[in-house]
């Protein structure tokens, strides 16, 4: 089963968000960033812990987990919008069923399977994991491309012909811009779903936090293990903030 993502709504005239409510989630994941230093910094490590959290280390895993985040998640868009725009028009309605039925299966396959597929038969490394993150995460981004492309108003369209807009202008003047909230939702889900799944790189060498978080179970260090799921964590909630941010500045008004 998959769940279509829903973009949230506000009553007419309604501030989705205050200044307040803007500056509340960074200020909060501050605060849990240095509440995890003060943690760490009160422990007395051993020479392993010293080296799994040594601070030129966690910089560059977090880069690496960035890395594989933004590129996942910036081809899915690429892939993904285009495709479900192509999908609703009149030629290639029909084909719709055959690529969503494509998609569910992808993402019905856990990323550790993708991934160890793709590692027993392409080889290991960046780009491997990157397709890995495509797979799971495309299908919310097509399926609400497609939903609030079929959701537009059919008297809207009907007025855009009809005041001499040819297709393409109707497509991104009126479709696109009024599907914006149900795409942007789901590319939230998308990039959630990749925050977390690249985790699961650091089983096919791609580095990223994944590597602090398998070592800390694997050797049985709490600070290690604690250290590389918090920053996973805030990662992912600074995304989320992040799109929220562009949602709010992309949402046409009165929507």
Request: glycine share 10%; proline share 5%; aromatic share 4%.
């Amino acid at each position: 089963m998959t769940v279509t993502a829903v973009p949230e709504r506000t009553a007419p005239g309604e501030e989705p968000r205050g200044r307040a409510g803007l500056l509340a989630t960074p200020v909060f994941l501050l605060l849990v960033c240095a509440a995890l230093s003060l943690y760490v910094r009160g422990l007395d490590l051993d020479p392993i812990e010293r080296r799994a959290i040594d601070r030129d280390a966690i910089v560059r895993q977090f880069g690496e987990h960035v890395g594989l985040v933004a590129v996942s998640t910036g081809l899915v868009l690429a892939i993904a919008i285009p495709l479900g725009v192509l999908l609703t028009r009149p030629r290639l309605r029909r084909l719709s069923a055959p690529f969503l039925a494509l998609a569910n299966a992808g993402q019905a396959v856990p990323s550790i399977g993708v991934l160890v597929l793709l590692a027993v038969t392409v080889g290991i490394g960046f780009q491997k994991a990157v397709i890995a993150l495509i797979l799971v995460s495309a299908l919310p981004v097509l399926r609400n491309t497609m939903v609030g492309l079929q959701g537009v108003d059919r008297s809207l369209i009907d007025a855009g012909r009809g005041i001499g807009m040819s297709r393409t202008a109707v497509l991104f003047r009126v479709e696109l811009p009024l599907a914006v909230p149900v795409i942007l939702a789901s590319v939230r889900v998308a990039v959630i779903l990749n925050v977390g799944s690249a985790t699961l790189a650091a089983f096919t060498n791609a580095g990223g936090l994944g590597e602090l978080i398998n070592t800390g179970i694997a050797l049985n260090r709490t600070p290690i293990l604690l250290t590389g799921s918090v920053l996973t964590a805030v990662l992912a909630l600074a995304a989320d903030w992040l799109i929220g941010l562009v949602e709010h500045v992309l949402r046409p008004r009165g929507v």
